[in-house]
Nanobody, 122 residues
Framework: QVQLVESGGDLVQAGGSLRLSCAAS????????AGWYRQAPGRQRELVATITHDGITAYAGSLEGRFTIFREGAWHTMYLQMNNLGPDDTGVYYC????????????????WGKGTLVTVSS
C-alpha cells in the first residue's frame, strides 16, 4: 500500500554534510507525521527528528542546530540535512511515517523504510 524509500546515505568525513531523502508512494491520503530515526551499531533505534503535516518540527535535543528536517513539493518527499557530522552520527537512518490510507479510516498507520547507511569517519 505505502512505501517509504530512503536514499542519500554515504561515507563522509567528520565535519562533512549529507542530505538524506525519503520518498513516499502508494495510496496516501495524508501523512500525519513523518520523521527520521537512526540506529547505531549495537544500540537501539533512536529518534532524530519529526515533522507534522502542518510543518511543525521537533528534534532530539542534541541534534537540533546540526540537523534540519524539511519537505518539499507535494509533501511526499522528506529530507534530513545533516551538517558537521561526527563519528557518533554513524548508523542506519530510517524514514518513518504515520500515514492515513486513501479510502480507509481516518487513522494513521505506521510505515518504515528499509534504511540508508551513514558512515562518518574520524
Amino acid at each position: 500500500q505505502v512505501q517509504l524509500v530512503e536514499s542519500g546515505g554515504d561515507l563522509v568525513q567528520a565535519g562533512g554534510s549529507l542530505r538524506l531523502s525519503c520518498a513516499a508512494s502508494g495510496n496516501i491520503f495524508r501523512i500525519n507525521v513523518a520523521g527520521w530515526y537512526r540506529q547505531a551499531p549495537g544500540r537501539q533505534r533512536e529518534l532524530v527528528a519529526t515533522i507534522t503535516h502542518d510543518g511543525i518540527t521537533a528534534y532530539a535535543g542534541s541534534l537540533e542546530g546540526r540537523f534540519t528536517i524539511f519537505r518539499e513539493g507535494a509533501w511526499h518527499t522528506m529530507y534530513l540535512q545533516m551538517n558537521n557530522l561526527g563519528p557518533d552520527d554513524t548508523g542506519v537512518y530510517y524514514c518513518y511515517g504515520s500515514v492515513v490510507i486513501g479510502g480507509g479510516k481516518n487513522v494513521g498507520v505506521d510505515f518504515w523504510g528499509k534504511g540508508t547507511l551513514v558512515t562518518v569517519s574520524s
